[in-house]
C-alpha cells in the first residue's frame, strides 16, 4: 500500500526531527554514503591486488565523471518524469544488485577485472540517480523556509560519513576479506533500501501532461530553465570556474604535499581529515549565518576563504599548511553548496528540478577532467605554486563581480 503524499506546507514550523519523510530521507542518504565511501576505499585496492598497476587503478576515477557527464541530464529528465519514490527505489536496487554480485563473484572467486568497470559503471548511476532523486524530492517533504536547513542537516550527515566512512572500510578490510568487506558494505545498502521503501509517495504534479513528451524536449527545458533564470544563471557560472580551478589544484595537490613538502603517509592522512572536519564544521554553522544575514551576501563572502585558502598553499612550508588550507576551502565550500541548493529548490519549478540538476551535474563533472589533465600537464613541466597564484587570482575575481551582481545585492 502506497504511504500519503506528505503535505510539508501546512505545518511550515515544524522542526525537521519530528518529519518522518524528512528522516527517512536522511536515513537513505546517509547508509547511501557509508556504502559510497566504502566502495572509494574498497574497490581501487581490489583493483590494485588484480593488476598491481597504478594506472589501472586512477582509470577507475573516470567512470565517474563519465556517468556525471554523459546520463548527468538523462538522469535529470527520468527524476521530472517519474514518481520521485519509484526513482530511489530503483536507485537503492541498483545498488543492491551491484554490490550483491561484487560479493558473490569475490566469495565465490571468479571476480575478472572487467567485472570491475561494469560494476563501477552501474553503481556510479545508482548514485546519480540517487543523489538527483534526492535533491528533487527535498522540497516535497519540507517547506520552503527550511530548505536550508534541511540541506546542512543532510550536509552534516554526509560530511561525518566522510570522516569515519573509509576508516570503516579499512577496519573491515583489516577484520576480514575483501568478500567480508563488500557484505558489509552490502548491509548497508539493505539499510538504504528499505529506508527508501518506508517513504511517502512523491509524485510530481501535472506529472501527465508530460507523459508524451520528447528526451530531447525534456533535455532543452532543462537547459532554458537553468539559463533563464538570472539569479542561478550567475551562480553556475560561478560553480562552473570554481570547480574547474578546485580540479587544477586537487589533481596535483597530494603529489605537491610528498614532493615538496615531504609529508608522510600519516600527515597526508591528517590533512584530510582536517579538510573534512573543515566541510562538517561549515554545515553546523550555515543555517545560523543565514538566519543572521543575507544569503546572497554570505554566498559571496565564502570567497574569502577561499584565497585565504590558496594564498595558504602558494607559501606553504609545512604539511600542516595544506590541512589549514583544506579546512579553509572545505568550510567555504559546505556554506556555498548549501546556499546554492536550497535557492536551486526554491527557485526551480519542483516538475524541472531533476533536469535542472542534472544539467549542473553535467557541466560540473565534464569541467573537473579538464582541469585534472590540464594541472597535471602544468605540474609536470612548471611550479605547481603558480596554479596556487592563479586560484588567488581567479577566486578574487569571482568575489569582485559576484559583489556587484543582483544576487550578492537582492538574495534574501
Known sequence: MENPVPKPQEEPTRSLWKNRPFLLLIGTDTTSSIAL???????PLLMYELTQSALMMSTLRLIEFFVS????????IFVDRINRKNILVSAALLQWLTIGCLTLLLFTNNLQLWNLYFIGFFFYTSGLLHTNATHAALPQIIHKSQLVDGNAKIGIFSN???????LFGGIALAAMSFAGATAVMLGFVTLMLVSVLLLPTLKIEGIEEREKSTFWKDAKEGFHELFQNP??????IVIFFQNFGFSLVMGVLLFFTVDNLQATEAQIGTNISIGAAGGLLGMLVVTKLVRRFPRGKVYTYT??????????????????????????????????????????QEMTPNHMLG???????????????????AGGL????????????????????????LMRTTFHKTMR
Open 303 to 344: 570567497n574569502l576563504f577561499d584565497i585565504t585558502a590558496f594564498t595558504i598553499l602558494a607559501f606553504s612550508t609545512v604539511w600542516w599548511m595544506v590541512a589549514i588550507a583544506l579546512a579553509l576551502f572545505s568550510f567555504s565550500t559546505a556554506i556555498s553548496n548549501v546556499i546554492y541548493r536550497a535557492i536551486r
Open 231 to 236: 539569479l542561478l544563471k550567475i551562480t553556475t
Open 69 to 76: 557527464g554523459v546520463l548527468g541530464v538523462a538522469a535529470g
Open 378 to 401: 602544468w605540474a609536470e613541466f612548471f611550479d605547481i605554486r603558480v596554479l596556487f597564484y592563479a586560484n588567488i587570482v581567479l577566486s578574487t575575481i569571482i568575489l569582485i563581480v
Open 37 to 43: 565511501y566504502m566502495y572509494i576505499l574498497i574497490i
Open 160 to 166: 561525518t560519513v566522510r570522516l569515519i566512512g573509509p
Open 355 to 373: 533536469r535542472v540538476s542534472g544539467t549542473i551535474a553535467t557541466i560540473v563533472q565534464l569541467t573537473m577532467p579538464l582541469g585534472f589533465i
